[in-house]
């Protein structure tokens, strides 16, 4: 069987993986920062050519790797654990638990909230956290295309954004207590779920639903960034 010639994607691909194991560790003292990457590159041994096409916005890009990387961990352990007896709600919940379980590493987590809490990095923070939502809903096999599409991935993103800040600093058993807060917040939403229902059995309420009705999912076939598109 012939060998796979490596290509220059590949190259590139495998240091980006060195670099984000050698800079963990000074992640913790110097967070996601030039210095950081500095002594990731030379802990690696990573030709600092490559690690500029690896990294080529510095050490953002490490911290966005490594968000991506635990949103892979938790597909990971979605596909190997069976949540089929769970109530939608608990799913839901579960998928969360997965995605703060896939990280090992509370100070990065710290550092990487502060890196994209600035004015100039929020935009990709936020596309992040909304990337793992969508991951998630996807995950569990949603199939809305209206206003519906949003609206999910906007609430579970309040969700996993308020879990992830009481789980920084939650020093519980298990992180017992983490999971007892996303639980209530899983209840609140389906409450506000319930609510929402309600609401549209009545005129007004249909009158709203139709007019939110008219937000479709972004296409699939449309080139972008964004979250959801396919392409």
Known sequence: MPNHK????????????KLLTAILPHVEFDGWSPTALDMAINDSDVDA??????????????????????DQLMLTAHQSTDISDLRYSQ????????????????????????LFALTKNMGEGGQL?????DQIWNALGDTSTDANWYTKRGTLSAVYSSTILFWLGDDSEGC?????????RIENVMQFEKTKAKLKETP???????LFDRFQKPNDDHKSDFPGYRS
């Open 91 to 114: 799913k839901v919940a579960r998928m969360v638990q997965f995605r703060i379980e896939a990280v090992d590493n509370k100070e990065a987590v710290r550092r990487g909230m502060t």
């Open 176 to 184: 017992a207590d983490t999971w007892a807060f996303l639980d209530r």
């Open 49 to 70: 050519g490559l690690a500029a096409q690896a990294a080529p916005r510095g050490a953002i890009d490490l911290a966005g790797a490594y968000h991506r990387q635990g």
């Open 204 to 210: 007004i309420g249909r009158g709203i639903a139709g």
């Open 6 to 17: 490596k290509t220059e994607r590949d190259h590139i691909e495998i240091a980006r993986g």
């Open 129 to 133: 956290i909304w990337g793992t939502v």
